[in-house]
């Protein structure tokens, strides 16, 4: 009996054993993010970022929208290490001159200024990757969307990665299968990739990334059909052919500037802008769109799954310990 016992001891203390051996091979060094990891050492953090994009919003009310778009950018390629935000330098090729970034990307100097005003607070303690953590939630919250807790304790990347940013993020013409691949490859599902695009819910697009929809889609000699026909009207006369790609509109007719659940109304009514946007719902079969009525009907259930789906993204592959840096200025790498 004794023998037993000991049998069954050791099997358990093995099995343990086992499970932390497994947990340290196959953990992620998102387990090191933690909610309180400025309290000792910069506890306004939080208020300070909130407070900075509060003054940013008194004079562009599209800062939230770019901010988030920042974070969700950086995070897609090397993780969230803020490496969207590093400049052209003798050994880094910016991120900022991929597609998707250039002459789009925004909210630079907002990210700057909330630097800035950290640094006169805790100087080289708050990472330039936290401060987009940061800001995505108060943009977020600051429009009438939800709140969540922040997981914090990134650090900074040494370099940039200009090829992935070209082909890691996703794009706004491509196929639903290709995009939902690409949030496979970091790690986010299929209601992390509907939850997410409901961000879209404010902010705005240049005519260039929808244009593709209101002439010759696909190469049809006619416009996309799932584009609804008054918002194709208007948008035609907005964006003519050959005009110019930089014009912009709200990606959410109704309440541009508000976080709320109406993006997915709109796409239930063919009323969403991107082609990326309306194969949630329009893509026959897809699991999406089952996602997509979800949400149209219940705002705060896509409230708590936005929530969570930004910080299983603010969990991809960050630098944490003595990997990377804090850098001083989110445009260079120390000592540069």
């Not at 000792?40 to 901010?67: E, H, K, M, W, Y």
């Not at 969540?148 to 090829?163: E, H, Q």
Request: aromatic share 6%; net charge negative.
């Amino acid at each position: 009996m004794a023998v037993t016992n000991l049998s069954t001891t050791c099997d358990g203390l093995f099995i343990i054993s086992l499970l932390v051996i497994v947990s340290s091979l196959f953990g992620t060094s998102s387990a090191q993010l933690n909610a309180t990891f400025y309290s000792g050492t910069c506890p306004n953090a939080s208020a300070i970022v909130r407070s900075t994009i509060q003054q940013a919003f008194q004079s562009d009310t599209r800062i939230g929208a770019s901010l988030i778009r920042l974070h969700f950018h950086d995070c897609f390629v090397n993780g969230c290490d803020a490496s969207i935000l590093l400049d052209d330098s003798g050994s880094i090729q910016s991120e900022k001159n991929a597609g998707p970034n250039a002459n789009s990307a925004r909210g630079f100097n907002v990210v700057d200024n909330i630097k800035t005003a950290l640094e006169n607070t805790c100087p080289g303690v708050v990472s330039c990757s936290d401060i987009l953590a940061l800001a995505s939630e108060a943009s977020v919250s600051l429009t009438g969307g939800p709140s969540w807790t922040v997981l914090l304790g990134r650090r900074d990347s040494l370099t940039a990665n200009l090829a992935g940013a070209n082909s890691a993020i996703p794009s706004p013409f491509e196929g639903l299968s290709n995009i939902t691949s690409k949030f496979s490859a970091v790690g986010l599902n299929t209601n992390d990739l509907v939850a997410l695009s409901g961000a879209h819910t404010f902010g705005r697009a240049r005519c260039g990334v929808f244009n593709n929809r209101l002439f010759n889609f696909s190469g049809t000699g006619n416009p996309d059909p799932t584009l609804n026909s008054t918002l194709l009207s208007s948008l035609q006369q907005l964006c003519p052919q050959n005009g110019s790609a930089s014009t912009i509109t709200n990606l959410d007719l109704s309440t541009p500037d508000a976080f709320d659940n109406n993006y997915f109304a709109n796409l239930q009514s063919n009323n969403g802008l991107l082609q990326s946007d309306q194969e949630l719902f329009s893509t026959t079969g897809s699991a999406t769109i089952a996602v997509v009525t979800s949400f149209a009907s219940n705002q705060t259930l896509f409230f708590q799954a936005f929530a969570q789906s930004m910080i299983n993204m603010g969990n991809i592959s960050p630098l944490t310990g003595s990997n990377g840096e804090i850098r001083l200025d989110c445009k260079k790498v120390n000592g540069s």
